[in-house]
């Protein structure tokens, strides 16, 4: 059994920056990709970020250049550092990790932007 659990978001103003966490623990052998999804109130969840097993990032339109996803392959911990935050950048966070066992997500975590 995997487990993710997620730490890190919170209320922050415009312009600010917090970063998530995302630990997993369990059988995890092989770890194929880490994803951050989001999902904001009435809104399809949708692709925010995410890293191979080879480090290669991508990223969606809307976080470029303000968001970086990172891994720490020890400790099987993904991380998204989120600056210039905006108000549109309020939803709920997900990891997401696809292992040679199958697909787990963690619980999800708040981020609000506001002022």
């Known amino acids: 059994q995997v487990q993710l659990v997620e730490s890190g978001g919170g209320l922050v103003q415009p312009g600010g920056s917090l970063r998530l966490s995302c630990a997993a623990s369990?059988?995890?052998?092989?770890?194929?990709?880490m994803r951050w999804y989001r999902q904001a109130p009435g809104k399809q969840r949708e692709l925010v970020a995410r890293i191979s097993s080879t480090d290669n990032t991508n990223y969606a339109d809307s976080v470029k250049g303000r968001f970086t996803i990172s891994r720490d392959k020890v400790k099987n911990t993904v991380y998204l550092q989120m600056n210039s935050l905006k108000p549109e950048d309020t939803a709920v966070y997900y990891c997401?990790?696809?292992?040679?066992?199958?697909?787990?997500w963690g619980q999800g975590t708040q981020v609000t932007v506001s002022s």
């Open positions: 997401n990790f696809i292992l040679s066992t199958g697909t787990y």
């Open positions: 369990g059988s995890i052998f092989s770890i194929i990709a």
